[in-house]
């Protein structure tokens, strides 16, 4: 993949390898960015939340919608080239809507991972099936939302359903037969090293998915992923210990899947502050770093070489941590534990961010990311597991005087871990970001506004009212020396660019 090479197209979820979501383009900048204007709209025609970054290759976009939706379009003018759906069953059990966050390319292939737990391949002229795995009983709870990564000539994918009591995994495919060449699974069994962390059995339905995309470090050929909460996310009696590899940051060979190391940000979670957040590299210095603002409120600088913490510094209204061991991690206090009548935690249940991607600007050397000002009322019961069903042992509600409830775009200095400025939103939103070489930042809101900032101050330049909540992360492209910003919206695939 040479995504850096290739500015004009978008050939990973991310952009590159490198999770940074930064374009060089940059006719598109902070003076004319006013000037922008809406040049095609392609409707999906499905409800639901639409979560897709589209790829584009030599002027062809390809995207996923709602219900595992594939489809072609002329990136120029949005005309379509053809559509894939997939027969779902009915009894398909995602958590957190019925959505799919992209594809990952690889020559005359297009990889999907479905709800119903298949990993498919697409021819990219027809749209026509070429290979289709089933990875995992679906009716157990497993499902695939992410946007795969191809490295080499693998696909890799992680798993969802951790809401479900399932034992997470990343999986890797044959490009070219769909074969199965390694999986790793983020509970460790019998034998292996940390399944000590688990008390009992509880490994078997520990939950640890891997919903979100990684990323890949090819001098080192290392590949970095993240999981998500143990199970049942908010009751952590019955599964005692740190749980590993929950909330983690795994370095894994992409050729064999081995670990080479782990760093875990939230030990014994018991608030839901699932880790998936994609794993940003940035070599600054001669420094080879993962930045990551986590769910749980703190920001992340880790070696990426050995997985050592130099780095963690809140972002956000923090409260279930007070204090940092000795190696600067988070310690839960236990005022901030869920209790049978209920305690009020910042961050709230949605996490001082999400899955939502950030951005890295290699010009500001800024962070930029998607935060979330709110907290919750946690409270925890016995729930016994049954299989294929929601396994929480908890319970979260609003707090009752709803301060603070808010979203904000906010720009980090990783040296520091400080924030630099924010945009503050309305409320809280879920939109990812993008950064250019423009100088610009772009992000939307729960209101329906797409807009763009000025990257330096968090100066409004231009906004679209899109008419729908922003679910997704923009992604640009350029057409014969055209510059374009895409976003998806409500059913709506939105393409921007100048007069």
């Not at 002329?74 to 594809?103: E, F, H, K, S």
Request: hydrophobic share 35%; with cysteine; charged share 20%.
């Amino acid at each position: 993949m040479n995504a850096g090479k290739e500015p004009q197209n978008w050939l990973m979820y991310s952009g590159d390898y490198t999770g940074r979501r930064y374009s060089t383009l940059h006719e598109i900048d902070a003076a004319n960015a006013g000037k922008l204007t809406p040049k095609w709209v392609y409707q999906t025609m499905a409800g639901g939340k639409f979560e897709t970054t589209p790829l584009v290759v030599d002027g062809i976009l390809y995207g996923t919608g709602q219900d595992d939706r594939a489809f072609a379009l002329d990136a120029r003018t949005g005309r379509p080239i053809w559509q894939y759906q997939r027969g779902l069953p009915g009894d398909i059990r995602p958590c957190c809507g019925r959505v799919n966050r992209g594809l990952a390319i690889l020559g005359d292939k297009v990889f999907m991972g479905t709800l119903d737990s298949h990993v498919i391949a697409l021819d990219t002229k027809t749209g026509n099936v070429l290979w289709d795995v089933s990875a995992v009983d679906y009716t157990k709870g497993y499902s695939f939302t992410l946007a795969p990564l191809v490295i080499k000539s693998l696909v890799l994918v992680g798993v969802s359903g951790g809401e479900y009591g399932i034992r997470g995994f990343i999986d890797a495919y044959d490009a070219n037969t769909g074969e199965k060449k390694w999986r790793f699974y983020t509970i460790p069994g019998p034998g292996e090293p940390g399944n000590e962390s688990w008390e009992g059995e509880s490994w078997k339905i520990g939950g640890s998915p891997a919903w979100i995309t990684g990323t890949y470090d090819a001098e080192t050929n290392t590949t970095f992923w993240t999981t998500g909460n143990p199970s049942p996310s908010n009751r952590g009696e019955g599964r005692a210990g740190d749980n590993l590899y929950s909330n983690s940051l795994l370095a894994l060979d992409p050729d064999t899947g081995k670990l080479k190391w782990h760093f875990q940000f939230t030990q014994h979670d018991e608030h839901d502050y699932d880790a998936t957040q994609v794993p940003v590299m940035v070599d600054d210095g001669g420094k080879k770093l993962i930045l990551q603002a986590n769910r749980n409120g703190f920001f992340y600088v880790i070696d990426r070489t050995n997985g050592k913490l130099i780095r963690a510094e809140s972002y956000a209204k923090v409260s279930w941590a007070k204090e940092k061991d000795a190696n600067g991690r988070p310690v839960p206090a236990k005022e901030g534990l869920p209790t049978l009548e209920g305690n009020k935690v910042c961050p709230g249940a949605a996490g001082a961010t999400n899955w939502m991607s950030p951005t890295y600007d290699q010009q500001t050397k800024l962070f930029y990311v998607t935060a979330r000002e709110q907290c919750d009322i946690f409270s925890t019961a016995p729930q016994p597991y049954d299989a294929g069903h929601a396994y929480y042992g908890s319970a979260y509600f609003p707090n009752d005087d709803a301060a603070p409830f808010y979203g904000a775009l906010r720009a980090l200095d990783p040296n520091t871990g400080k924030i630099k400025w924010e945009w503050k939103h309305p409320s809280p939103t879920w939109s990812g970001v993008l950064s250019t070489a423009g100088g610009l930042v772009f992000t939307g809101d729960a209101e329906g506004n797409f807009i763009a900032l000025d990257a330096a101050s968090g100066k409004a330049l231009w906004h679209f009212q899109c008419g729908a909540s922003i679910y997704s992360s923009p992604m640009t492209y350029a057409i014969a020396g055209k510059q374009y910003v895409a976003v998806a919206a409500g059913s709506s695939l939105f393409t921007f660019g100048l007069p």
